[in-house]
């Protein structure tokens, strides 16, 4: 096992109806002014916006809203966000909705203690020296942005998806209430578990050293994670299958998984962005076609631990079996697996690969991954 830091600050408040103390908890932090971030209007129907609102005036929080965080969520929304931040004397961010709402919310944390272009932290001109306060309400699990430093956001000029990672926007407090992903549609039930499935994989085959302990937790999240969408499909209110979902969604991205395996690389999220920044396709249905036809091309750098996630997960010793068996999988949970899919043309391959080969050169892979080895990949999808 390789030296390691393992820090996460973020404290989980995790169960039914805790969403209605975020006011309560806000307020114990000494914060009495916040900006609200969601989405497109699932938390209006739902009626958690009207709970929400309910908790922060029973403890006198004031606030600002921004509404409208789109799925790929865009840098022209963080940058209304910070706006309103600086302009309002806001003193902390609260994220209500999925993965792309908190990731808003942190990217508009970081920007408002910042004078210069926020953008800077993502194409690592600047580093992230101080944030606002970041709060969640999850809606949907799927990225562990509840439970993490990291925010992913696409630049709508330049149509790059680029990330930040900073302990300084990992959320103070993220409230994690199962019953209120109960609505989640079938389709992004399927794209969160693969996202879940991705998360966990990325490090699990590209790490330098694979301690035991870290290879079982990536394959109990796995099958946890399979045995629990399968559950979710036939019956979405099934309080236990989402609140272990929820759970073990978080534990893919937390830190947890690499700790002592000298790190791994995030080859299929980088090839994905390249999808979803040129596309607007949704980030697990990016996943979901990028990762069976990469497995297929990386398999042979690491034969062993291919075989070994063939056994572990699907019972059978043949590395190819295992690939194809996930692949089949996500079929069959309704994600698609090739590119004519999502609509992309073959055509479309080399300025997906020039565009993913740019961030793989912000990610320090620019060397491994070119745009001859990402087309190649493509091409197997
Ligand atoms: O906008 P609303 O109306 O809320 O609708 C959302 C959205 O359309 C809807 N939704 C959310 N909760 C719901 C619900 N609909 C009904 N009932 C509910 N309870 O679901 C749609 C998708 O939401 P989104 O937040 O986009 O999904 P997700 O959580 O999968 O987030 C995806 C984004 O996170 C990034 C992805 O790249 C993508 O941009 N990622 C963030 C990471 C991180 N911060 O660590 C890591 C990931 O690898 C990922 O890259
Ligand atoms: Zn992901």
Same mark, same amino acid.
């Given at each position: ?55 922060? @005036?029973? #403890?006198? %929080?004031?606030? =600002?809203?921004?509404?409208? $965080?789109?799925?790929?969520? !865009? ?96 959320? @103070?407090? #993220?409230? %994690?209430?199962? =019953?209120?992903?109960?609505? $989640?549609?079938?389709?992004? !039930? ?100 990028? %990762? ?90």
């Amino acid at each position: 096992m390789n030296d390691f830091t393992y820090y996460n600050p973020t404290k989980i408040e995790f169960g039914k109806g805790k969403e209605n103390n975020i006011g309560a908890y806000i307020k114990a932090s000494g914060i009495q002014k916040i900006l609200l971030v969601y989405g497109g209007g699932s938390i209006k129907k739902t009626g958690l916006y009207e709970r929400i609102i309910t908790s922060l @005036k029973k #403890s006198n %929080i004031e606030f =600002e809203e921004l509404s409208g $965080v789109v799925s790929n969520p !865009l840098l022209s929304k963080v940058n209304e966000g910070i706006a309103l931040a600086k302009n309002h004397g806001i003193q902390a961010v609260l994220g209500v909705g999925g993965g792309s709402v908190a990731d808003s919310a942190k990217s508009i944390a970081a920007g408002a203690k910042y004078d210069g272009d926020v953008w800077d932290f993502f194409i690592n001109k600047a580093k992230i020296a101080d944030a606002l306060p970041v709060f969640t309400v999850m809606t949907l699990s799927a990225t562990a942005s509840e439970m993490n430093g990291n925010a992913v956001i696409i630049n709508d000029e330049t149509k790059q998806k680029y990330s930040i990672a900073s302990v300084l926007v990992n959320p @103070k407090i #993220s409230i %994690i209430n199962p =019953e209120l992903m109960a609505t $989640v549609s079938q389709d992004y !039930l399927a794209y969160s578990a693969v996202d879940i499935i991705a998360h966990s994989i990325e490090v699990y085959f590209t790490a330098t050293v694979h301690p035991h302990f870290n290879s079982r937790i990536v394959e109990s999240i796995i099958k946890t994670v399979m045995e629990t969408t399968e559950i979710l499909i036939k019956n979405p209110a099934d309080y236990d299958a989402r609140a272990e979902f929820a759970w073990t969604a978080i534990q893919a991205l937390n830190g947890l998984t690499p700790a002592g395996t000298g790190g791994g690389s995030f080859p299929n999220h980088m090839i994905e962005h390249a999808l979803s920044a040129l596309y607007n396709v949704p980030h697990g249905a990016g996943l979901a076609v990028v %990762i069976p036809a990469w497995m297929k091309w990386y398999k042979a750098n690491n034969i062993a631990q291919f075989q070994r996630f063939a056994k572990e997960i699907f019972n059978t010793q043949d590395a190819d079996e295992g690939i194809i068996k996930l692949e089949n999988w996500f079929a069959k949970i309704g994600a698609p697996v090739t590119l004519a899919q999502l609509n992309i043309p073959r055509e479309g391959i080399t300025a997906l690969a020039t565009n993913a080969n740019a961030l793989a050169s912000v990610w320090g892979l620019g060397d491994f991954y070119t745009q001859e080895v990402i087309a190649e990949i493509l091409k197997k999808a």
